[in-house]
Nanobody, 122 residues
C-alpha cells in the first residue's frame, strides 16, 4: 500500500500561483511514477501531469504546458505541482496519483490521494 496526502490547495485570483505537494508513505516512493489529475465541477477526472520514477520523463496536458511544473524529491518522498498563471478553468479538486507504470490514464493509477481543492477566481 502507498498512502498519498496532498497539501497546498487554496483560493487565488487569476494570474496567481500555488504549489501543491503530495507526501507518500508506505512502499518505496522511488518505485512509482507519480502524477496529478484533477476533477472540475461537473466534469470527468482528467490527467494534468506525470513524472517517471527517475524524473527523466515528464508529460503534461496541453492546457497546462508552460504554466505548470511537476517535480519530485525521492529523498523526501514527495511530488510537487507548481502552478503559475492560474486561470478560472483550472478550478478543480487536484489528486495525487502513484502508478507502477508511468501513465496519463486514470485507469492506470494504482494509488490515489484524497484530493485538494484549488479555486481560481477571475
Amino acid at each position: 500500500q502507498v498512502q498519498l496526502v496532498e497539501s497546498g490547495g487554496g483560493s487565488v485570483q487569476a494570474g496567481g500561483s500555488l504549489r501543491l505537494s503530495c507526501a507518500a508513505s508506505g512502499r518505496t516512493f522511488s518505485n512509482y511514477a507519480m502524477g496529478w489529475f484533477r476533477r472540475a465541477p461537473g466534469k470527468e477526472r482528467e490527467f494534468v501531469a506525470a513524472l517517471s520514477r527517475s524524473g527523466d520523463h515528464l508529460y503534461y496536458v496541453n492546457s497546462v504546458k508552460g504554466r505548470f511544473t511537476i517535480s519530485r524529491d525521492n529523498a523526501k518522498n514527495t511530488v510537487y505541482l507548481q502552478m503559475n498563471s492560474l486561470q478560472p478553468e483550472d478550478t478543480a479538486v487536484y489528486y495525487c496519483a502513484a502508478s507502477v507504470t508511468l501513465t496519463t490514464q486514470a485507469l492506470g493509477v494504482n494509488y490515489w490521494g484524497q484530493g485538494t481543492q484549488v479555486t481560481v477566481s477571475s
